[in-house]
């Protein structure tokens, strides 16, 4: 069974760091690029990050470049996302999602952890 | 970068009618094109991906359609369960992979 399981949420003061972590099991966690992705409270969804298999490319919304760095851990399968300088408007459900299809980059999103919620506010 | 559009961006039906939800890609993205279902307080789940394929377990009422710029998701015959906001997102090859800004479904 596919589990992925993310941590790291919290209240933290606008220029803040937080990391997140998602813990996965359940399938070979180096065939899939994983990816970040958030939903502010009542918004739709936006994309955030995605890592390839083996960790190599990563790729990000223009909203978090430069403030965020996507990482995974393939010997713990466990993703990361590194976020710096955070602003009130990243306040969202930050989900981790695996890729439909091992060995592609470019995915819908076939497995979601529950969320976890990064609230930033001073 | 290539927007995609939803529309409605909600509707109310009745049980059993058949439900047609469309997504526009400002630029063309082949059958690069998923959709989600998001029910209240739930995680988001595909249902289908590369345009029409279904994903293994969803019920065959919903189906999808379309390449290029334009394409439907259709609900054949709408259920209290498909209760839900939908989404469309693009996946081809380049980023961002972004999502439509979704539609509620709801029964009237």
């Known amino acids: 069974e596919v589990q992925l399981l993310e941590s790291g949420g919290g209240l933290v003061q606008p220029g803040g760091s937080l990391r997140l972590s998602c813990a996965v099991s359940g399938f070979t966690f180096s065939d899939y690029a994983m990816s970040w992705v958030r939903q502010a409270p009542g918004k739709g969804l936006e994309w955030v990050s995605t890592i390839s298999g083996g960790g190599v490319t990563t790729y990000y919304a223009d909203s978090v470049k430069g403030r965020f760095i996507i990482s995974r851990d393939n010997s713990k399968n466990t993703l990361y996302l590194q976020m710096n300088s955070l602003r009130a408007a990243d306040t969202a459900v930050y989900y981790c999602?695996?890729?439909?299809?091992?060995?592609?980059?470019?995915?819908?999103?076939?497995?979601w952890g529950q969320g976890t919620l990064v609230t930033v506010s001073s | 970068d290539i927007q995609m559009t939803q529309s409605p961006s909600s509707l109310s039906a009745s049980v059993g009618d058949r439900v047609t939800i469309t997504c526009r890609a400002s630029q063309g993205i082949s059958n690069y094109l998923a959709w989600y279902q998001q029910k209240p307080g739930k995680v988001p789940k595909v249902l289908i991906y590369?345009?029409?394929t279904l994903r293994s377990g969803v019920p065959s009422r919903f189906s999808g359609s379309g390449s290029g710029t334009d394409f439907t998701l259709t609900i054949s015959s709408l259920q209290p369960e498909d209760v839900a906001t939908y989404y469309c997102q693009k996946y081809n090859s380049a980023p961002p992979l972004t999502f439509g800004g979704g539609t509620k479904v709801e029964i009237k």
């Open positions: 590369a345009a029409s």
């Open positions: 999602a695996q890729g439909l299809l091992p060995f592609f980059d470019w995915n819908p999103f076939d497995y």
